[in-house]
C-alpha cells in the first residue's frame, strides 16, 4: 500500500507539480496522497474556481487528511482509485483536467493497475494530463501504450531518486 517508508521531498513535489494546469483546470485529482505532502503544494497553487479531489484508500492517511485540510474547495475521499469514475460523478464533475498520481503502481498486481489505470484514462479530459512518480522506468511502455505524449523527469534529490512520468493525448 505504501510505496516508500519515508515521505515525498520538496524537490520531488515541485517536478510533480510542475506539468498541471493550474491557471486552466477546473477538477485536479490525487490518488494516494499518503501523508499529504503534494496536497498541500496543490492547494497553495489552486486557482478560487477549481477543485481538488483526493483519494486515499488507507484509513490512518484518509483519517490525517481529513483532520488537517479545511480547504472547502478539497474533497477528500475515503476510496479507491479504480472507483474514480463513480467518485467523480458523486461530487457532480464530469471529467479532470489533470491526475497526479502518488500510487505504487508497480507493487499493484496487474489486474489493479489495468482498473485504475482505465479509470484514470476514462475520466481524463482530451486535453488532460496524467502525472505519476515512480521509483524505475519499469512503467515507460505501460504508459507509451495508454498515451500519445510521455515525458520524464529525474528527481534526484528524493530519496529513493524518482522518476515523474508526464502524460497526455493530446
Known amino acids: 500500500m505504501v510505496g516508500s517508508l519515508i515521505p515525498s521531498s520538496r524537490f520531488l513535489a515541485k517536478k510533480m507539480l ?3 494546469p493550474f491557471q486552466n483546470a477546473k ?24 477543485h481538488l479531489v483526493v483519494i486515499e ?23 479507491s482509485a479504480s472507483d474514480l469514475g463513480k467518485i467523480l460523478q458523486d ?13 505504487p503502481l508497480t507493487n499493484f498486481p496487474k489486474d489493479l493497475r489495468i482498473d485504475i489505470m482505465n479509470a484514470v484514462t476514462d475520466c481524463l479530459t482530451p486535453t488532460g494530463t496524467f502525472i505519476q512518480f ?37
Not at 477538477?27 to 477549481?50: C, M, N, S
Not at 484508500?57 to 476510496?79: M, P, R, W
Not at 512503467?139 to 500519445?148: E, G, N, V
Open 18 to 20: 510542475h506539468n498541471i
Open 57 to 79: 484508500l488507507n484509513d490512518v492517511f484518509y483519517q490525517n487528511l481529513s483532520a488537517k485540510v479545511t480547504n472547502e474547495h478539497c474533497h477528500i475521499v475515503h476510496g
Open 134 to 170: 515512480q521509483y524505475t522506468l519499469q512503467s515507460k511502455k505501460h504508459f507509451q501504450r495508454i498515451f500519445k505524449h510521455v515525458s520524464i523527469n529525474y528527481a534526484a534529490f528524493n530519496f529513493p531518486p524518482a522518476f515523474v512520468y508526464c502524460c497526455s493525448n493530446s
Open 91 to 103: 461530487l457532480g464533475f464530469e471529467k479532470a483536467d489533470c491526475v497526479v498520481s502518488s500510487l
Open 27 to 50: 477538477v485536479i485529482v490525487e490518488l494516494g496522497p499518503g501523508t499529504g505532502i503534494f496536497t498541500e503544494k496543490i492547494i497553495e497553487k489552486l486557482a478560487p474556481d477549481t
